[in-house]
């Protein structure tokens, strides 16, 4: 089973979103606590989040993870000069999200 960001959306239970998940905030603490390892790169000019997960990766649906651990919320698109936090162990990610 693939994990999206729309996996931890809480919905009624006539499938209507009722409510944003807590997944990015799980993620950014996570990575706050140093429960989640991360490394640190400065977002450059033309680069976009889907890229580099797709670089780290090696899928670039997973730039929300990037996103979340950054603490930029949902954003595809940062200005360059952002500061990310790029999670090292994607098992990990989703053992703090289950």
Known sequence: MTISRYSFVRR????RIIGK???S?????????G???STIKILEEGERLDQL???????S???????????I???LQAPPGTRLRIPT????????LS
């Open 12 to 15: 009624t239970d006539r499938g």
């Open 21 to 23: 998940s807590d997944a």
């Open 25 to 33: 905030f799980r993620v950014y603490r996570a990575v706050e606590t």
């Open 35 to 37: 429960a989640l390892s």
């Open 53 to 59: 997960a797709g670089l780290y990766y090696q899928d």
């Open 61 to 71: 649906s997973l730039w929300w993870v990037i996103s979340a651990a950054s603490g």
């Open 73 to 75: 919320g949902w954003a």
């Open 89 to 96: 162990n994607l098992g990990d990610v989703f053992s703090v």
